[in-house]
């Protein structure tokens, strides 16, 4: 049976609950299943997700690209000393790289909430184009009139309705087509998605750790516990087995297996919160007015060192992202395209310069891996692509102009 890995207990249950039901209504059974095991699994290696989902590579990865584009997945590689492999005559390890996958937990809650604006927002735009539909027709000379209008067209005497330029008898126009009430549509709407409305709001008032943002890799007892070769590269770059690790820099997730933060740990994500702690459920809740998170880095660092409880802060720029989005949509004139650079996004925890943070497959040059920064400064290196490396930079570059 599989045990349950212990680094998900800083993941609050309404959270993981609310990306479930989120996936169940907005996705299909693979993405779920997949979902399902990231939420067991915080943050699991590639070969692990393949040996537990039963999909074999290309599947996994034509499933996980919907939700990574989405900014629901996230993935990250990691530098580890070769399984079965002895020092060189220097001590070097030969080491391989893994691609680790894990859920993006505070960007899910702003892809929800945007997913629910855009349902909501089409739904009222309905609403207002079936009041304007033209509803009767004159016979004579065609013009067109809605139910807004019928006040200039009623004859009071006869009770009728004349048009107001032949003084013809209007007919109801049957090829507006049946009306449906968008009302009734409205209330469905809200009666269905009830239950994510309430999960959200449970989840209002979560404050993210950096382990939270970013996690350290999942040990999968159920697949490794009979294996010793397994190795992990903890937060100081030391290679250790997950059984000693826990011991020691666990200190985040709790030393017993606990959730274990102590009390003087306090990560603030928005000033609001900061105010008023706990909320009180309002008859607008502010969810649907503010987004929870909008703050620029620097004020992330301001507030850590205010408040002087740890170091060193992971910083997230991405969630500008989903802002913009959100921004562009409503206002699609003013489009920036945002600088792309995936390393903005190394973590400072990691003091390892061995772990490379890369936010998609690594780009490549005739076999050799190149940063995208790397690519863009010099152009002359796409020339000396193969055709599947160009194929592969045109993606990455369509992927990336897709999120701006
Ligand atoms: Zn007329």
Not at 43 to 49: R, S
Not at 186 to 199: E, G
Not at 234 to 245: A, F, L, M, P, Y
Request: net charge negative.
């Amino acid at each position: 049976m599989e045990v349950e890995d212990k680094t998900n207990d800083e993941i609050p249950e309404n959270l993981k609950r609310l990306v479930r039901i989120m996936l169940r209504a907005f996705y299909s059974f693979e993405h779920c299943l997949i979902i399902d095991i990231l939420i067991r699994n915080r943050c699991i290696k590639e070969e692990d997700l393949i040996s537990l989902s039963k999909f074999d590579k290309k599947q996994l990865r034509a499933i996980l690209a919907t939700i990574k584009m989405e900014k629901i997945l996230k993935s990250k590689t990691l530098a580890e000393p070769t399984p079965g492999a002895e020092a060189d005559e220097n001590g070097v390890v030969p080491k391989t790289k893994y691609l680790y996958y894990f859920i993006n937990y505070r960007t899910t809650i702003n892809i929800i909430k945007f997913k629910l604006h855009k349902m909501r927002e089409k739904i009222e735009s309905q609403e207002r184009d079936n009041s304007n539909r033209a509803s009767f027709i004159c016979p004579m000379c065609k013009n067109t009139y809605t139910d807004l209008q019928v006040d200039q067209l009623l004859d009071p005497m006869s009770g009728k309705l004349f048009c107001c330029y032949c003084r013809t008898e209007v007919e109801e126009d049957a090829s507006a087509g049946p009306k449906t009430d968008s009302r009734t549509v409205l209330a469905k709407f809200n009666t269905q998605i009830a239950p994510i409305y309430d999960a959200l709001r449970e989840t209002e008032n979560i404050e993210f750790t950096p382990t939270m943002t970013d996690p350290f890799p999942s040990f999968v007892h159920y697949l490794h516990s009979d294996r010793d070769d397994d190795v992990f590269v903890g937060s100081d770059g030391r290679v250790t087995r997950k059984t000693d690790k826990q011991q020691n820099d666990d200190n985040w997730r709790g030393g017993a297996g606990r959730p274990g933060f102590s009390d003087d740990i306090n990560i603030i994500i928005d000033h609001e919160d900061k105010v008023k702690e706990t909320k009180v459920a309002k008859e607008q809740p502010s969810w649907l007015v503010n987004s929870t998170v909008v703050k620029k880095d620097e004020d992330y660092m301001a507030d850590f060192e205010t408040e002087n409880t740890f170091k060193p802060v992971r910083l997230e720029t991405e969630m500008e992202d989903i802002d913009d989005l959100l921004r562009t949509t409503e206002q699609p004139a003013i489009v920036k395209p945002k600088p792309v650079n995936p390393r903005a996004q190394k973590d400072p925890i990691e003091e390892s310069s061995e772990d490379e943070f890369i936010d998609s497959e690594a780009l490549t040059v005739q076999g050799k891996e190149y940063s995208y920064e790397d690519i863009s400064e010099d152009p002359s290196l796409v020339e000396k692509m193969t055709e599947a490396e160009q194929n592969a930079y045109q993606e990455y570059m369509t992927q990336q102009m897709a999120y701006m």
